[in-house]
């Protein structure tokens, strides 16, 4: 049996927090080409999860420690929808092909996904172009005080 306990995730918090990314993941999928992929991601509050679409698959978002802010946005940035994981929400799936992008509020925090495999690298064209060239604490300053209706950049 497969699992994740307290001390997995400790270890999985303190290899994000050495990482030069501020992010660590433990796969429980055996391979990446593997047709569901499942993963706990450890994310510190300074790691980038840029704005980026999955065109091939939903994805859901669980929160096991910590607070994430979840944003999904239209074709130019302007923010669709904004969630909170851990403060009166508990999963959030975000649909094929929306723009999306994560933030940390806590440091130590996990979260663990789910979608459709294989593993792809996010291309060029699947990374929003109108966040490109700005850094993690542009970007995660932005994440942080974007509501419904904010455009990037604001």
Same mark, same amino acid.
Request: charged share 15%; net charge neutral.
């Given at each position: 049996m497969k699992q994740l306990n307290d001390s997995m995730l400790d270890a999985l918090s303190e290899q994000a927090r050495q990482s030069p990314r501020f992010r660590a993941n433990h796969n429980l999928h055996e391979q990446l080409s593997d047709p569901i992929q499942r993963l706990a991601i450890a994310m510190e509050p300074d790691t980038l999860v840029a704005p980026h679409r999955h065109p091939h698959t939903w994805e859901m978002l669980f929160a096991l420690r910590g607070r994430f802010i979840v944003l999904v946005f239209d074709d130019v940035g302007k923010v669709l929808a904004r969630i909170v994981l851990s403060?009166?929400?508990s999963v959030a799936e975000i649909p094929i092909g929306a723009w999306h992008g994560v933030l940390s509020l806590d440091a130590g925090g996990i979260i663990f996904e789910v979608k459709h495999g294989p593993y792809q690298p996010i291309p060029a064209c699947d990374?929003?172009?109108? /966040?490109?060239?700005?850094?993690?604490?542009?970007?995660?300053?932005?994440?942080?005080?974007?509501?419904?209706?904010?455009?990037?950049? /604001?």
């Open positions: 403060e009166g929400c990374a929003a172009s109108w /966040a490109r060239g700005q850094d993690a604490a542009t970007i995660n300053a932005w994440y942080a005080r974007a509501s419904v209706g904010s455009v990037f950049p /604001a």
